[in-house]
């Protein structure tokens, strides 16, 4: 099996791309609608990291929302938005995509609980697609972050056993660890050059 050291794993939102103040500005607007403001604190604690069904079942406890169906018809919509801003401004810095072209002697993969539709053309907006080995988006597992599930399939994929993960978010964190990968939290988007410098320093 391909030592630890081997394998890099990125989260996208909050790790590769500074999406998440997109993230929660689409959430905002949604929910304007139904007269609930929705704060980046708020955002934050529980919007970070975790896929679109369980943010609704959490917002479902806070405000009063559509139903399922003309929620997913909205959520369509938001995600356009989200998608259209990031292809409008790419959301991954220069530094990032130079550093990820520095890593030929890695293993490189992507879990994500976007889905591929917004993710996969900002990628290669970037120009950084093809520098993945393998990549799992949000609608390839049942059970999404925390749950072990992304990261299993992702070690699949690359077969191997474990790695090192970076990720911004509790539930990132946590799926990580119980797939047996070695999580490093990422704060901020722009600090994840030196992170993952520093990382491999210490290998």
């Not at 220069?94 to 889905?115: C, F, N, P, R, W």
Request: proline share 5%; hydrophobic share 40%.
């Amino acid at each position: 099996m391909t030592e630890m050291r081997d394998v890099l794993i990125f989260d996208y939102d909050g790790v590769l791309a500074d999406t998440e103040p997109l993230h929660w500005k689409s959430w905002a607007a949604l929910l304007s609608r139904y007269g609930f403001e929705l704060a980046w604190e708020d955002y934050c604690t529980f919007g970070r990291g975790v896929d679109d069904a369980q943010m609704y079942k959490t917002l479902q406890k806070r405000a009063l929302l559509p139903g399922t169906g003309d929620f997913l018809s909205q959520n369509r919509e938001r995600k356009q938005m989200v998608r259209d801003w990031c292809l409008a401004d790419i959301p991954i810095s220069h530094e990032t995509v130079a550093m990820l072209k520095t890593l030929d002697a890695y293993g490189i993969g992507l879990v994500t609980s976007s889905g591929r539709l917004e993710v996969e053309p900002v990628l290669r907006a970037a120009q950084i697609y093809d520098r993945f080995d393998a990549m799992v988006f949000g609608e390839e597992v049942s059970t999404p972050k925390p749950s072990p599930a992304p990261y299993q399939l992702v070690a699949q994929k690359l077969g191997v056993d474990t790695g090192i993960a970076f990720e911004d978010s509790e539930p990132g964190l946590s799926s990580a660890r119980a797939a047996g990968f070695r999580a490093i939290k990422v704060d901020h988007p722009k600090d994840l050059p030196r992170i993952v410098a520093q990382s491999l320093s210490e290998l």
